[in-house]
Every structure is written in C-alpha cells, then in structure tokens.
C-alpha cells in the first residue's frame, strides 16, 4: 500500500482565497484524521471521521473551516476564506481500529502558507 | 476531556547515555496509548503503544515506555541514545468511548555526540 496520501505537498495562497487539501487514507481503514501543527499549538485535532461520517469536529477553529468525506477513500478539507493564521502543516491520519490496528498512519503533510 | 501532557519542551541527552521523554495524561476510563517519532519535514511514525497487558512496552528502534496507572504517565525511555534519535517526540491517547485521538505538544530531543 501506498500509505495515506496528502496533496498538495505545498501550498501558497493570499488572504481572501479559497484553499482545499486533499487525503487518501490507506485502503481499508475506516477512520480518518484531520491535525493541524504550528509551533504555538503543536498539533491539533480539527475533526475526525468514522466510517465516512464526521464524529467530532469541535476541533475546527470556526466557520471557515469545512471537510468532507464522500467515499471511504477520500476526504477534503477546505478553508474559506483563508487567513495568514491559518499557515500551518495540516496532517491527514488513518486507522483501523476494528480490525485491530489501532495505531495512526499519517500522510507527509501540506504546508499551507497564507500570505 | 481527555488531555496529553509533555511537560518539556526540549531534552538534551548525551550520546550513549539512557533517555526519558516524560508524558502524562487524562482520560476516562482504560486508555490507549501511544508515541510517534517526526523527523524533519516528515509525517509522524509510530514508535509503540499500549494496550493492555505488560506495563513496559517494547517499540522500534530500541525504545520503550512504561505505562504507570497510579501516576497516568507513559514516559518513553531508551537506555543508550543515538545522534540519530533527535527528532520531536509526540505522546497521544485513544479515548476508547469515542475513538477520538490527541496528542501532546512534543519534546525535542537532542542527542549530543
């Protein structure tokens, strides 16, 4: 397996656009991830999906956040409008906790600068 | 709520010297536990967990933990340290009432030659 695949690898945008990243979480795995990591906060938890369906994403800092998962082997998150404080890595996770695998595999990252 | 804490920013080990990254947390009920390694410009990796069972818990790379339910620590440990095992060290638990997953704020362990 290719592992959980992020793109962009980078991103670079101003104040006002609209940005969207992209997870593949690894085949099989029914639950997916969403961290952002800046030095001030380490790495935070935006939300998170089991089986497709979001479960908590009181982690979201505020409406212009969003993410989706239409299909078991897909999901965005999408920032609108984006903000220079918004500049961070944004890490996608995936796991398989009722096949016993209960550990997080996580893609390479998008660093996302807003400027 | 559940909550991971790393109470160091940074630790400085010398080469060949035993290391200890510190974590404690807080959860309800029996937690999951775990540590993640991230190296430069890198996703984070899986070093080991704990589930049930035997309280020190061998990962990769020669480091364990020691999980200590009194005191909800799960401090990482390695007897001998490397140069190569500086990177930034991240403790995370699994509430298992939801699944949810958090972690730290990460240690940066430098290892000294």
């Known amino acids: 397996d290719a592992g959980v695949i992020q793109s962009p690898r980078h991103e670079v945008t101003e104040m006002g656009q609209e940005v969207t990243l992209r997870c593949k979480p690894i085949?099989?795995?029914?639950?997916l991830f969403w961290y952002r990591q800046t030095m001030m906060r380490g790495l935070e938890l935006l939300i998170y999906?089991?089986?497709?369906?979001?479960?908590?994403d009181s982690g979201m800092p505020e409406d212009r956040f969003s993410a989706k998962m239409p299909n078991a082997s897909f999901s965005t998150l999408k920032i609108q409008p984006s903000e220079p404080r918004d500049s961070a890595v944004y890490f996608c996770?995936?796991?398989?906790?009722?096949?016993?695998?209960?550990?997080?595999?996580f893609g390479s990252g998008t660093q996302l600068s807003v400027l | 709520a559940q909550s991971v804490a790393q109470p160091e920013d940074q630790v400085n080990v010398a080469e060949g010297n035993p290391l200890t990254v510190k974590c404690t947390y807080s959860?309800?009920?029996?937690?999951?536990l775990f540590w993640y390694v991230q190296y430069p410009n890198r996703g984070l990796q899986f070093l080991l967990k704990?589930?049930?069972?035997?309280?020190l818990v061998k990962g990769s790379y020669g480091f364990e933990a020691e999980f200590n339910k009194s005191q909800t620590s799960f401090h990482l440990k390695k007897p001998s340290a490397l140069v190569s095992d500086s990177a930034l060290y991240f403790c995370?638990?699994?509430?298992?009432?939801?699944?949810?997953?958090?972690f730290g704020k990460g240690t940066r362990l430098h290892i000294l030659p």
């Open positions: 996770a995936s796991s398989a906790p009722g096949q016993g695998d209960e550990k997080l595999f």
């Open positions: 085949s099989g795995h029914n639950s």
């Open positions: 999906f089991n089986n497709n369906v979001p479960i908590d």
């Open positions: 959860v309800s009920g029996n937690p999951y």
């Open positions: 704990y589930i049930t069972g035997d309280n």
């Open positions: 995370a638990v699994r509430d298992l009432r939801d699944d949810k997953i958090i």
